[in-house]
């Protein structure tokens, strides 16, 4: 696996590893893990897991900015965001790892 970012490949070779059925079995179980996620997000849902982290959406309120060329002040509309907010378990886990 790679050591800066795991992909869909590697979370399924790494279930594969761990004796959890066939490679294409672990595939699939790891497609419809992400999928399943992305879809309550879509919804706007908030996704809890347990030991990993909560995946929410954040409303974000317009703001002014400026542009750093040019130093004009820069209207920056209000959103919504996607943010990840680790575990205690997880946050604990990450000195230095």
């Known amino acids: 696996m790679s050591e800066s970012a795991i992909t ?3 979370l399924a070779q790494e279930l594969w590893g761990h004796d959890a059925g066939t490679q294409a079995h672990c595939r699939e179980v790891t497609d419809r893990l992400i999928a399943a996620i992305a879809e309550c997000l879509r919804q706007g849902k908030t996704v ?3 030991g ?3 995946f929410y959406w954040a409303d974000t309120p317009e703001r002014l900015a400026r542009n750093p060329k040019t130093g004009e002040p820069v209207r920056i509309p209000a959103r919504r965001r996607l943010r990840f907010k680790p575990s205690k378990a997880l946050a604990h886990r990450g000195d230095g790892v």
Do not use: E
């Open 52 to 54: 990993l982290g909560r």
């Open 48 to 50: 809890h897991l347990q």
């Open 8 to 10: 869909r490949a590697d």
